[in-house]
């Protein structure tokens, strides 16, 4: 896979560009579940990425967890409120 070896920091740039474009695209009104949804999913799966690296099990929650408070991805938000 193209991104097993790319740089953490750029690997959470390139997603992060991807989940405000999804934001601004879906973050209307009402919809601030289900964006949230696809920000747990796309975590799930850097998570995943970032574990395959090696051939162990290099990678926990916690550890995870350290690398979100270096590189965090971005927050789902609502861009357009259709009421007002």
């Given at each position: 896979h193209k991104n097993m070896h790319t740089e953490i920091?750029?690997?959470?740039k390139q997603a992060n560009a991807k989940l405000i474009g999804h934001f601004r695209y879906y973050g209307i009104t009402d919809n601030l579940q289900r964006i949230k949804a696809f920000r747990y999913v796309v975590r799930r799966n850097l998570f995943k990425i970032l574990?395959?690296?090696?051939q162990k099990k290099s990678l926990n929650w916690d550890g995870f967890?350290?690398?979100?408070e270096r590189f965090p991805l971005a927050k789902a938000r609502i861009y357009v409120n259709i009421y007002g």
């Open positions: 920091r750029d690997l959470v574990n395959r690296r090696s967890a350290k690398i979100e």
